[in-house]
């Protein structure tokens, strides 16, 4: 087979290794003589396995004793609705930060459940606003919780400064760059993430959650979405995509065993700006993000005109480049490189780019 790159921004690609071990393992797991997603997920293997991923995922992102790591169904999405069900008072106030596509779909799901502010922290250029600008310390005290998306997998914006609210409760949607790099898990209330760009398949949700936020659920909340449901039931109230859990598990212990998140920020960080470096000195591709907020998941770029996108994602994909195809909603080109892309891919990318520029120029 020759080498194909996959740049899929979610199910995206996941790392060779752990695909190898899964299908070793697939007909006979623990010697079990049976796959994994054969066995009761209350069953002693299955419970050590679900013990085990939560220590792997401690360890990976330092998580202090006082947060619970709890697993979930239904999708980024179904925390859009989960965060107000378990954080916000019937007669209580949420801050929304609106930095594009994602976190005002979370803010519109929001409002099914209560009064909710937003305001809009993308600047002109698809930027964020400055870091002095992110202190909502003052205000934050008057709302139950504030919530934002760090990583804006569609336009490709990344908000590397942790936004200050003081004491009061920060939520996080982490979908798109959570295990990228190191993160100060105590900054923030609840954090979620669905798994399938960065930890695994779709089909299971990772939440990390501060004790004292367990508990508040509003009466009316269905078992499923409640943290605290949740939590006393290991995150087994109902039975959990067992399969999806295993090979989450498996991609931590490869974060693990590649030297962990500081390992990963270096691979991150050095395969991004080998891409933006190029388009920054082509006159034939475009970013539009502001330089401080360019995505390290997501690099969008687009051609001069939809007619030589198109012609650019249909070439690449013959070349092995697979996924390249921007958003329905914005168009274009996007290249996702989570964790699982190594150099060699965007190194592809970048030779691909340079002979279509030279071609159609
Ligand atoms: N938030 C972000 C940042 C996302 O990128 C996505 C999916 N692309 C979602 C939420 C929605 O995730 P799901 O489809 O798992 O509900």
Known sequence: MSKVFNFSAGPAMMPQA???????ELLNWEGLQTSVMEVSHRGKHFMALAERSIQQLRELLAIPDNYQ???????????????????LDENGKALYL???????????????????????????????VGVE????????????????????TISGVEIFEVPNVGDAVLVAD???NILSRPINVSKFGVIYAGAQKNMGPSGIVILIVRDDLIGKARANTPSIWNYQVLRDNDSMFNTPPTFAWYLCSLVFQWLLDNGGLNAMESRNRAKAEKLYAYLDQSDFYRNTVAVANRSLMNVTFTCSDDELNAKFVAEATKCGL????????????????????????????????QRFAQANQ
């Open 98 to 128: 609106n930095s594009g596509y994602w976190s005002a779909a979370a803010a519109k799901e929001a409002r099914l459940f209560g009064e909710i502010d937003e305001v809009t922290i993308g600047a002109e250029k698809n930027g964020i």
């Open 174 to 176: 982490m979908s798109s």
């Open 69 to 87: 790591v709890l697993f979930a169904q239904g999708g980024a999405r179904g925390q859009f609705a989960a965060v107000p069900m378990n954080l």
């Open 322 to 353: 697979q996924a390249l195809k921007g958003h329905r909603i914005v168009g274009g080109m996007r290249a996702s490189i989570y964790n699982a892309m190594p150099l060699e891919g965007v190194e592809a990318l970048i030779a691909f780019m």
């Open 133 to 152: 600008q992110l202190d909502f310390s003052e205000v934050a005290t008057q709302y139950d919780y504030v919530h934002y998306c760090p990583n804006e």
């Open 18 to 24: 752990v695909l190898a071990q899964a299908q070793q």
